[in-house]
Every structure is written in structure tokens, then in C-alpha cells.
């Protein structure tokens, strides 16, 4: 198989200029994405499709093609334009990026995307895949070829972010790699040195980076990744047949192509939302002038997209005006903790800016540590802080935290019952946008399997402030669960809270919903419409505590209202559904139960509220559950 007819030079610029306008475009249409590492690595990967990967558009996967792995799969936007400028995909398919039901997800899929040979998202991991690859092809090619036929073994690509090699997996990659001689195994380094929270060199330096590939037995290139000449050379020495994988470390620059942009790194992971003071002037500064270019370029990628409140949240808007953030009550609480008490510190894995701890960092300086995108580490350093006398709270995403770091969690806190505090935001499928990499679903029912660990899923600003501060001044390992997107006030600054102990937010005799987190207002907003509607008195218990459960609540609720809906924004299997249901079932009186929570599929990319109702997530599934267990109830007593 050959690559497709090489290009000039010449060529290849236009190319990636119609890339990066292909990538800006995308972000903004979405309003959603990252645009600097796509910008950053256009030029390089550029002349890699088009000049250097063995690919045929007409046979994704014939066996003899070479790979290209997207280790930092948060970079998607340029894998979709290039695969869609090489002939993989429709450019017109370009402006569903991120969209609710696209097939170009927030992170890569490759059951939905031709061209992409594995789904990347959590950091760190695309390398290994790389060694299993080149491993593997090596194998089968050369009993093929060999002994003289080592040059048509396909090669395998993989890209990776420098901040991404803060993350330990690369090295054990890295080690495999040089040991196993995968001379078929090219890694290329995008070293624009930005992150999520700053300049990598000031978040956790990885240098210097040359002089630790060449001690794990790697060859190393180093090269400027925006002159197509230095590039050409740089991609020929990357092929050497010398029993050494070979990584070529890219100096670039963050948003190339647009410099108004280049010197914020903040650039690395929001969007251009701003047509006017981002798009034009983005656009402008690669070429595209007139007053048309923002209308042509969203054009060409197939039109803009509709981000219409779905009829969920308008339901839930009507009834409950005040919204806000529980990542906020935990960044307002953390600071509110960080001047009532010294011990404690806060932690967190380049994330600060989402997760809101950032403000902390800035109050207290000397007691806020960006580990980088690191979890695993971040959660044991966190642990020997606990066992030297601090509060250490770790910050990350609920899918980092509860999936990546649960052996760490497991065998070091919880095992030692170390006083750590894991503070873990954008949990669920309200991730939206990120897709399904990002929507941890399975968090709770992680968390809740582990001895001595206490489990807390806040449903509104002021249940999540009192929640990380009952944490702080409790002796021992806690989990809190924050999302991502604004969540109605059920609650105030003088509403109690207990751990342990479930809120009533509303009373009733015919039947029950529990629910928390940010299925806590639907609940509320489902028994209400049923009393209106349906002349039904249904109870809602806030059940913002997994583990301890309010047993005494529950069993009072069965005995009393006769039947239980549980509903929650995860698996039903280990989560609130199913610690309501081991003590329902195991009581003296066991009544009909419904659980309500994600479906055992991964949902897509999309709108979160949109997503709630693609997983049976509303009010009204709410409300269907009550009147069929209703239904049944009244049916039962007529005989």
C-alpha cells in the first residue's frame, strides 16, 4: 500500500492552514473542545498523513497500513480535520464535533470513525498501546517477510502532549519500548509547553526530556514542528531500522497560526467563543479575510450548530431559578477551611481551573501543589501528607479519581485509613460534551465498594460546602462527588446536613423517591407534578450520603409509603440504587422498588441535559416509575 501522492511543501502549508481553520471552526461551532494542541501539532502530523502513513481512505483496515495512535485525545479536533482532508470522512461532518449523537466525539471512538485505531482520553495511555501494536505487527510481519523484509513491517505512530508524559504509564511504555528494540515504533512529542493550568515548565517539568528517552535505549530527534523541510528530515530519521523505537520531540508553539493567541496557555482547552474577538481575528491572522470568512469557514465544515436549551432543562429552569456550581461550594469552602485551619492543603492533577481549586492556590500559595497530570502519584503523595499531620484534599475528575486511582485509593488510603479527602468534580454523564472518556458513571458504585471509605454526592452549592467541611473535620478517607454544570438550590446556608442522615425534601405517604446529586431537583420536580396531575403524595428523601446510608430513613419510607424509586446520574450497580435496595430487600417489610440511573451503554458526546433524556433521566421518567409501582399498588389492594 502506498502513501497518497506526496506533497510540496507548498502543499502541505495550505493543507494545515485549512486545517487550523478547520479546527478553530469546529471548537467554536461546539463552543466546546480544544483548539491549542491541534494548532500546535497541524504542521507535523500534516506531512506525516500526507506524506509519510501507508492509509488507503478506501480500506481503513487493510492489515498492511501503517498506525496512528492520538494518545492526547483531547486534540481530536485535528485527527477528525485531518482524517476528513485525506479522505477518511465528509468535511461537512466536521461542524457535528461534539454534538449530541455525533460520531465525532468529544474524545476519538473508533467503532464510529474510520482512520481512528483506538479510543484515547485519559492521559497516558496511548504509548502502551503503541508497544502492543509494534509489537505484535513486528511479529506477524517478519515471520512473513524476514529476514530482508524488515522495512515493509507497517510502522506505528503515536502523539502525545508533553504534559502528557507527567503521567508514569508513559515511562513504562517508554521502558517496554527500549526493551522489546520496537524499531517499528515512532512516538512524536508536541513540546508546545502549555496545560491546562500553565506553562508545563511551571506546572511539572518533564526536562530534560531528550536525555531521558535516550537512557531508556530510544533514538531522538529533536526538531522545529513548523518548517516543513526540517520536519521531512525529521520523520526520515524517526524510520531508522536500528533496534531502537525512535521519538522525534517537537518544539512548537500553542495556537500556531494565530500569535494574538500563542502567549495565553489557557488557549490549550477552551474554545473560541466569541465570534467577533475570537473567531474573525483567529481567522484573519491565518489568511482568512473579508466579512464573510466566519460564514465560509463554518460553512465548509457543514454549518453552524443549534444549542437550544433541551426541553429537560426548560422544565427544570420554569420551576427552580437559582442554579449554581458544587465545584463552587467546594473552591468556597476549601478557601473558607484554608483560613480556619493550617493543616489543610489542597492537591490537584492540572486541573485547577476546572475544578475550581485554583482559588485556593492563589490564597494559599505555599499549601496548594499541582502535581500535575499525575493522579496516581497526586494521591499517594496526598497520603503521606496525611500520615505527617495535614488535610490534604486531591482534586481531579471523578473518572481520574475513582477509576485510574482506585487501587491507590483502595490499598493506600483506604487501607491505612490515611485522612485524605478526594475531591472529584465532573462526575456523570452532565461531563457532556467530553464524551463518554469523561463521564464517569461508575464513580459512586467504585467508591462505595471500599472499607472505610464514606461516600458524598452533594446535590446543590451549600449541601457541597457543608460536605467538604464535615470532611475536613472528619478523621479519616472521604469521597465527594461534584459535577460539571450548574445544579438548582434545594438548599441553604441554614438547611441542616448530616452525614448519614437523609434530608426530606418533601413529606408523603404514597410512595417514595430517593435520589442526590443532580438528580435531586428532577425528584423533587417529579413528585410535585404526580401530586398535581396524578393526586399522588409522594415522599423525596435527599439521600445525599452513599455510604454511611440512612438506613432508619429508608426502612421508614418502605414501611410507610409502601413503595421506593431511587434515581440517580450513574450505574445502578453498587450506587444509590443498589445500597436502598440491600437494605429494602433484607428488611422485615420489603416493598416494590424501581432504580433509575445511566443504562449500560456508553451515551455519546452531547448536550448534558440533552443526555439525560437519551438515558431516561427526567422527571417524567420519574414520574413513569411512581405510577407504575403505583399502578401495581392499587391493582394489589383491589384484590
Known amino acids: 500500500m502506498a502513501a497518497r501522492d506526496p506533497k510540496s511543501f507548498a502543499e502541505l502549508a495550505e493543507i494545515a492552514r485549512q486545517i487550523r481553520r478547520d479546527v478553530l471552526t469546529m471548537t467554536h461551532v461546539a463552543n466546546s473542545g480544544h483548539p491549542g494542541g491541534p494548532l500546535s501539532a497541524a504542521d507535523y502530523l500534516t506531512a506525516l498523513f500526507f506524506n509519510e502513513l501507508k492509509l488507503n481512505p478506501a480500506d481503513p483496515s487493510d492489515p498492511d497500513r501503517d498506525r496512528f495512535i492520538l494518545s492526547n485525545g483531547h486534540c481530536s479536533a485535528v485527527l477528525y480535520a485531518l482524517l476528513a482532508h485525506r479522505g477518511f470522512i465528509p468535511r461537512t461532518k466536521l461542524g457535528t464535533f461534539r454534538a449530541t449523537g455525533t460520531d465525532l466525539q468529544g474524545h476519538p471512538n473508533r467503532h464510529y470513525v474510520p482512520g481512528v485505531e483506538v479510543g484515547t482520553g485519559s492521559l497516558g495511555q496511548g504509548l502502551s498501546v503503541g508497544v502492543g501494536m509494534a509489537l505484535s505487527l513486528r511479529r506477524d510481519r517478519l515471520k512473513k517477510h524476514a529476514p530482508t523484509g524488515r522495512h515493509l513491517v507497517p510502522r506505528v505512530w503515536v502523539n502525545v502532549g508533553d504534559g502528557e508524559l507527567q503521567e508514569g504509564q508513559c515511562w513504562e511504555a517508554a521502558m517496554a519500548a527500549g526493551h522489546y528494540h520496537l524499531d517499528n515504533l515512532s512516538l512524536l512529542v508536541d513540546k508546545n509547553e502549555a496545560q491546562i493550568d500553565g506553562w508545563t515548565h511551571d506546572v511539572m517539568s518533564i526536562d530534560p526530556l531528550a536525555d531521558k528517552f535516550a537512557a531508556f535505549g530510544w533514538n531522538v530527534v529533536e526538531a522545529w514542528g513548523h518548517d516543513f523541510q526540517e520536519i521531512e528530515v525529521a520523520l526520515h530519521k524517526a524510520k531508522r531500522w536500528n533496534g531502537k523505537p525512535s521519538v522525534v520531540i517537537w518544539q512548537t508553539r500553542m495556537m500556531r497560526g494565530c500569535p494574538s493567541f500563542e502567549a495565553e496557555p489557557g488557549w490549550h482547552g477552551k474554545p473560541l467563543s466569541d465570534r467577533e474577538k475570537h473567531l474573525v481575528v483567529a481567522l484573519r491572522e491565518l489568511g482568512f479575510t473579508g466579512a464573510a470568512a466566519a460564514d465560509d469557514a463554518i460553512a465548509t465544515i457543514g454549518g453552524p450548530q443549534k444549542h437550544d436549551l433541551s426541553a429537560f432543562q426548560t422544565r427544570l429552569k420554569a420551576r427552580f431559578p437559582g442554579w449554581e456550581l458544587t465545584r463552587q461550594g467546594l473552591s468556597d469552602e476549601l478557601v473558607a477551611l484554608g483560613k480556619d485551619d493550617p493543616r489543610v492543603v489542597v492537591l490537584d492533577a492540572d486541573l485547577a481551573e476546572s475544578t475550581l481549586t485554583k482559588k485556593f492556590g492563589e490564597t ?12 496516581n502519584n497526586m494521591v499517594n503523595t496526598a497520603a503521606g501528607m496525611a500520615l505527617s499531620g495535614k488535610v490534604p484534599f486531591v482534586a481531579s475528575y471523578s473518572m481520574f479519581l475513582a477509576g485510574r486511582s482506585w487501587d491507590q485509593i483502595r490499598n493506600t488510603v483506604a487501607y491505612s485509613k490515611c485522612n485524605v479527602k478526594v475531591a472529584a468534580c465532573h462526575g456523570g454523564i452532565s461531563v457532556g460534551k ?31 460546602r457543608r460536605a467538604v467541611r464535615w470532611a475536613a473535620q472528619h478523621d479519616g478517607p472521604v469521597f465527594l462527588r461534584f459535577g460539571r454544570e450548574k445544579v438548582p438550590n434545594l438548599t441553604t446556608e441554614q438547611t441542616p446536613f448530616e452525614v448519614g442522615k437523609a434530608l426530606e425534601l418533601r413529606p408523603g405517604r404514597t410512595g417514595t423517591i430517593v435520589a442526590n446529586g443532580m438528580m435531586a431537583a428532577p425528584a423533587l420536580l417529579a413528585a410535585e407534578r404526580l401530586a398535581t396531575e396524578d393526586g399522588l403524595d409522594v415522599r423525596v428523601l435527599l439521600m445525599h450520603t452513599v455510604k454511611p446510608l440512612d438506613r432508619d430513613a429508608v426502612l421508614a419510607a418502605a414501611r410507610e409509603t409502601g413503595f421506593v424509586v431511587t434515581a440517580e446520574e450513574g450505574s445502578t450497580t453498587g450506587g444509590l440504587g443498589a445500597a436502598v435496595a440491600n437494605v429494602v430487600v433484607q428488611s422485615a417489610h420489603p416493598v416494590p422498588m424501581r432504580i433509575l440511573g445511566t443504562p449500560d451503554k456508553y451515551l455519546g458526546s452531547g448536550d448534558p441535559f440533552a443526555l439525560f433524556e437519551k438515558a431516561h433521566l427526567t422527571e417524567q421518567d420519574v414520574m413513569a416509575a411512581v405510577r407504575e409501582l403505583a399502578g401495581k399498588r392499587v391493582a394489589t389492594a383491589a384484590r
Open 364 to 375: 494559599f500559595p505555599d499549601r496548594f501543589f499541582d502535581m500535575g497530570i499525575a493522579e
Open 434 to 464: 467530553d464524551g463518554p472518556t469523561h463521564q464517569s458513571v461508575e464513580d459512586v458504585s467504585n467508591m462505595a465498594s471500599i472499607t472505610n471509605m464514606t461516600v458524598i454526592v452533594p446535590a446543590d452549592y451549600w449541601q457541597a
